[in-house]
């Protein structure tokens, strides 16, 4: 194991090689090695090898070496980031790295702790292009954005509108005389507001509008725009663009508003492979009208996994912060101990490192089901797509909002210095909680898989076949917790009965609560209206069985023993114990529990605080994020914390200069007016 220590502390240590003696003493005590782990994150030692080698081939190269965020203007960030992510596109061609996978490797690397500029360009623009346009289109297109001849971004949201699709208002209606499409923002509030890169980079994009044609609304559609001159970059006539100004996160990010007015451009710009419009003006509709959920399908899949990283950053810096900071006494007369010592600290940092883990492995395991989904409707079965969206919806919605509430909470758990822009948590939080609305806002979100719920309530009642996993909706309600002591609870199948009893009652109770406002004669949206209380209850539930689900799973299906598996079994179910403790009622009025095993739930927790405890540091060290994407100085991986914090601070712009300038302008001026006015009193 010190081997391998040592060959991971070169990845990571300060320019003095120097390791902090806390956070030595936490590794060589752990229970296992954590590229143990690495390994099962990754899904393989190749993986593991693989992308290292690529972050290697980032942290070596002085193009990328790090600079201080905290102390750029927004102006200089956006400058930096779009020339880091231009010299990334060169330098991966030079690499000749060609997957997508280690694209988004190499970029999260050169990024570190912001977010990845020309993000757009390569997810939701280019799939879009692969997924909505017809083989003659993608010919053109793709080798255009795959060339970067094009930079593009996908534009749906509006000022007005966003996560409600229906309600989008740009206009395209085609003119059969030229055979064009006239895309129109008829109101203030149908311009596209917020898609990344619009304000000033992109030269494209994939533009969200209203088709019209033959005087007939066929609502929302895909259309390739240009936008800017290929000659000069400015925009063209009737296209209005912008930035949309300084927001919480996203500094380095041209978020941007566009507002067209009658734009032309040719028909055959419309993404045509499920749905076209002929040059008569004659529509033809796509063989499932949701196809286009696709697209968010993928990027809600992605964002998942994005969640668990910005998780798994708060959770490193916050564990191995509160191994080299002391504090207080814990035995009168003794040393001050290390906060991770503390189970009060222990209960913020444990969840949260538990539930990274859960959330990263739940978005390989969306992946792989959308990649499964795509290779279906090739075959022209989209079947699948009613349960893989009702998932994703909700998954989307709970995971950034557990990643936000967590960071938040490891944010506090690192005391004021958590709250210094030199913690990494300013950024990193910043990013994250974005997630919350972006991409679906999570409300909206919650209630698309309660929708998904209620409808397999329904076949349920009916007798219809249901999935594998939504089999839990007939799950017997009079069945019982035969668990008698703490032990019992250690058991993965009785937590799992125990979610989905819960879940079940929850999704039940909310259709039974609908089934009486419609008895009396309300009409369907007005009941809907009025239940969201139990459907977002219902659809947290279930995405939160979901998550423990394929936590369990996953590390079922792992092919590996010895004490790392049993440190991450031990993880999994306190995972779980956490989730029943935090919604004690709700797993209580399920029937299958009682408030005495409830106390033993309680003692079984404990339980599992101490057997964490000594591998608390090995566990994030086997997240292996690399320093310069964290960009903490409380989450170094050699601890050395207190030098460096000195050494930042110093580094601050506003120290440049000894006297400031403000003190000329403001400071001395009032001093010297208070003397005067002082003096003049004697």
Not at 475 to 500: K, Q, T, W
């Amino acid at each position: 194991m010190a081997d391998r220590m040592a060959e991971s502390a070169l990845r990571y240590q300060g320019e003095s090689g120097n390791m902090n003696p806390d956070i030595e003493s936490e590794r060589n005590n752990a229970d296992f090695d954590p590229v143990e782990l690495t390994y099962f994150l990754d899904g393989g030692q190749e993986n593991t090898e693989q992308r290292r080698s690529i972050e290697s081939a980032v942290y070596d190269d002085a193009q990328f070496k790090k600079k201080e965020l905290s102390f750029m203007t927004q102006e200089e960030r956006y400058t930096h980031s779009i020339g880091q992510a231009i010299a990334a596109v060169k330098r991966m061609r030079e690499l000749d790295i060609t997957d997508t996978q280690q694209q988004w490797m190499f970029k999260a690397a050169v990024h570190g702790p912001e977010e990845s500029n020309l993000s757009l360009h390569s997810s939701m623009f280019l799939h879009c292009i692969y997924s909505q346009m017809n083989e003659e289109q993608q010919e053109k297109w793709l080798n255009a954005a795959f060339d970067y001849t094009v930079i593009g971004t996908y534009a749906q949201t509006e000022m007005g509108h966003g996560t409600y699709l229906r309600g989008l208002e740009t206009t395209a209606t085609y003119d059969p005389l030229t055979q064009e499409f006239v895309l129109h923002s008829p109101t203030l509030t149908s311009m596209k507001w917020w898609p990344g890169n619009l304000g000033k980079t992109v030269t494209h994009a994939i533009v969200a509008a209203r088709l019209i044609t033959r005087g007939k609304d066929h609502g929302t559609h895909m259309f390739m725009v240009q936008l800017r001159s290929m000659d000069d970059h400015r925009p063209l006539s009737g296209v209005e663009l912008g930035d949309i100004g300084p927001k919480l996160g996203f500094a380095n990010v041209d978020n941007g508003f566009l507002k067209l007015d009658h734009l032309r451009i040719p028909r055959e710009h419309m993404c045509m492979k499920y749905s076209q419009v002929a040059p008569d003006g004659t529509y033809t509709a796509p063989p499932n009208t949701k196809l286009s959920y696709g697209t968010m399908v993928l990027i809600r899949s992605f964002l998942t996994n994005h969640m668990g990283t910005g998780l798994a950053m708060g959770a490193t810096i916050a564990t191995r912060y509160s191994a080299v900071r002391r504090q207080s006494e814990l035995i009168p007369g003794k040393p001050e101990p290390r906060i991770l010592d503390y189970q009060s600290q222990q209960m913020k940092l444990f969840p949260q490192i538990a539930s990274a883990y859960a959330i990263l492995v739940c978005g390989v395991q969306l992946k792989d089901r959308f990649l499964e989904y795509m290779s279906q409707t090739d075959e022209g079965n989209f079947s699948a797509l009613p349960e893989l969206h009702g998932t994703t919806a909700g998954v989307k919605a709970y995971t950034t909002e557990m990643a936000a509430k967590g960071l938040e909470l490891l944010r506090m758990s690192c005391g004021g210095h958590g709250y210094s822009a030199a913690s990494g948590f300013p950024e990193i939080y910043s990013n994250i909680v974005a997630g919350c609305t972006y991409e679906g806002e999570n409300t909206v979100m919650y209630l698309q898989t309660a929708r998904f719920l209620i409808k397999t309530v329904r076949q349920a009642r009916k007798g219809e076949k249901l999935t594998p996993f939504m089999s839990y909706i007939r799950a017997d309600p009079n069945e019982r917790c035969r668990g008698r002591s703490p032990e019992d609870f250690m058991n993965i199948h009785v937590l799992l009965s125990a979610y989905g009893h819960r879940t079940r009652k929850m999704v039940n109770h909310a259709a039974d609560c609908m089934d009486v406002q419609l008895k009396e004669g309300k009409i369907q949206a007005i009941v809907w209206n009025n239940n969201h209380l139990h459907l977002i209850a219902a659809s947290k539930a279930h995405c939160h069985m979901f998550l423990l689900d394929c936590f369990h799973r996953s590390v079922d299906n792992w092919d590996h023993c010895g004490p790392a598996r049993s440190a991450l079994e031990a993880l999994v179910r306190f995972y779980a114990l956490h989730g029943i403790l935090e919604n004690k009622g709700e797993f209580l009025q399920s029937g299958y529990l009682n408030t005495e095993q409830l106390d033993l739930i309680e003692r079984q927790y404990v339980a599992l605080l101490d057997i964490i405890r000594p591998n608390a540091v090995a566990l994030v060290d086997a997240f292996d994020i690399h320093d310069q994407r964290h960009g903490s100085v409380l989450g170094r991986y050699d601890g050395n914390v207190y030098e460096n914090l000195y050494k930042w601070a110093k580094a601050a712009p506003l120290n440049e200069k000894e006297v400031v300038d403000a003190y000329h302008l403001h400071i001395k001026p009032f001093l010297d007016e208070n003397r005067r006015r002082v003096q003049a009193k004697l």
